[in-house]
């Protein structure tokens, strides 16, 4: 659009060389005399590339099928990482909280051999190390930046991930989730995942529903769990047992601030059942949400089975606090390549967000803005703030070896940080930013994320790419000092 000429002049006054225009809160102060208040934000260091996974795969009788499909397909998800450049520790515990929460070394025994082997392709894992770390997977181990072997580390996963068949079958993955977490299994079994400056990411496995009850065993099978559903703990136990597992010495999170910010270093993902609808009055149905078939064999020795999965609503519940930071894809979708590499791009896109650390100048009618603006969300409108429709945010980047810093080109308002993934196709050619409206974990409800765009020449990749070390700063206008 044409800027006005009060645009014009501002930027020959020198404001970063890349301005934008906005609006101010109630009581308005006019345009004209914030110009002083053009803010650009201290260059401040990117944030942490590390990454702990923890999966939750269940493995009670009905899962052998989905574990080895999960296997098959556990590249895609090391892709969708790898191109974030993530250091990642990866880690897996069942739903059999009889094994107390402590990290698989190995695979999980099959029903077909008596519950005491694994399956037979799996026979030569052995014991290993529970934590798996992308940085001994490089393919140049003396390349910090030498891309992963996505194949290996997808092998060895399977190791781990393939939990087997012969668990309890009443799955407790939240109660699994809290006792790997706790400070006893951190500080033995379960020691070296967990990093503090790392975000933290869980992912359940499950065609069933959670019954955790808080360590407690329960007797029966799926529908007793059911018809104890109504006086099982709320999720809300398990999301402060993750919460405490994130919190730093110092931090009180019985402040709002600060149980925000621990939040925003934590991601929950589920491949379960889908939403079948209320519980039955009687509380004991088990209600089954999807069912696909799958065939195992080939010729004449092949076999189809029918796999079913059960609504996954307490699992889903816990999903929902987690805003973009949460995730749900339906089991039965018929292969997890797709909901592997959707875990990876909205991980992506909360590891790669930088939150604007000042209040923006902001509106809460056209009347707040230039001639010909509108007061507008770009994003979510549930999500505050309002801004001007011209809103930007000038991004300039730094990596170690530069002396000054270079302005990025913006993709201009991204909206909806739900679909930036399936937006970033059209836009990656030129641009190195994007600017999300929908930053829930962010304070002030907006950030940004860095792009690779494709038509970056190799030579100049590292003057838009983030290196280790380095900075950038933001620009953007902020409301006129009182």
């Not at 955790?212 to 402060?240: F, H």
Request: aromatic share 6%.
């Amino acid at each position: 659009m044409t800027k006005p000429t009060w645009y014009r002049a501002l930027s020959l006054a020198g404001l970063a060389g890349v301005c934008c225009f906005s609006c101010a809160e109630h009581p308005v102060t006019p345009l004209s005399e914030a110009f002083d208040r053009w803010h650009i934000e201290q260059s401040l260091p990117l944030g942490t590339n590390r990454v702990d996974v923890l999966w939750v795969v269940d493995n009670s009788s009905s899962m052998l099928d989905e574990q080895a499909q999960l296997g098959r397909e556990f590249a895609s998800f090391v892709d969708a990482l790898s191109l974030l450049g993530a250091d990642v520790h990866l880690a897996a515990v069942s739903t059999d909280i009889s094994e107390g929460g402590t990290f698989r070394r190995g695979p999980g025994d099959v029903i077909a051999k008596g519950c005491f082997s694994p399956p037979d392709d799996l026979v030569s894992c052995g014991q290993r190390d529970p934590v798996l770390r992308t940085s001994d997977y490089k393919v140049d181990p003396n390349d910090p930046g030498s891309a992963i072997d996505a194949p290996r580390l997808a092998a060895d996963f399977r190791c781990l991930g393939q939990t087997g068949d012969c668990g309890e079958p009443i799955e407790m993955g939240l109660d699994a989730v809290r006792l790997a977490l706790s400070p006893e299994n951190l500080a033995g079994a379960n020691q070296g995942f967990l990093r503090p400056d790392a975000y933290l990411v869980v992912i359940v496995l499950s065609d069933e529903d959670d019954c955790s009850q808080n360590g407690a065993a329960t007797s029966g099978g799926d529908s007793a769990c059911y018809a104890a559903s109504r006086t099982l703990p709320g999720v809300e136990l398990y999301l402060d047992a993750l919460i405490r597992a994130k919190t730093r010495p110092g931090q009180d999170t019985s402040v709002p601030d600060e149980r925000a910010e621990v939040l925003s270093r934590i991601f929950f993902a589920g491949i379960i059942g889908p939403d079948a609808g209320p519980l039955p009055e009687n509380g004991r149905d088990h209600p089954l949400a999807c069912t696909r078939e799958t065939t195992d064999g080939s010729g004449a020795s092949a076999e189809t089975f029918l796999s079913t999965g059960y609504d996954g609503k307490r699992y889903r519940e816990l999903i929902d606090y987690f805003g973009a930071r949460g995730l749900e894809q339906n089991i039965c979708a018929g292969e997890y390549a797709s909901a592997l590499t959707q875990i990876g791009d909205v991980i992506g896109r909360n590891l790669n967000l930088r939150c604007l650390q000042d209040p923006p100048l902001t509106c809460q009618s056209d009347a707040d803005c230039p001639a010909g603006e509108a007061c507008v969300n770009p994003g979510d409108d549930t999500i505050p703030p309002k801004v001007c429709s011209g809103f930007e945010v000038a991004v300039a980047l730094k990596n170690p070896e530069q002396p000054s810093f270079t302005a990025l080109v913006s993709a201009g308002s991204a909206g909806d940080s739900e679909s930036l993934g399936s937006g970033d196709a059209a836009i990656s050619a030129t641009a190195q930013y994007v600017v999300d409206y929908d930053a829930t974990s962010c304070p002030n409800s907006i950030g940004f994320r860095f792009i690779t765009p494709a038509s970056v020449s190799e030579a100049d990749k590292p003057l838009v790419i983030p290196a280790p070390g380095a900075v950038y700063r933001a620009n953007y206008p902020v409301p006129a000092a009182p």
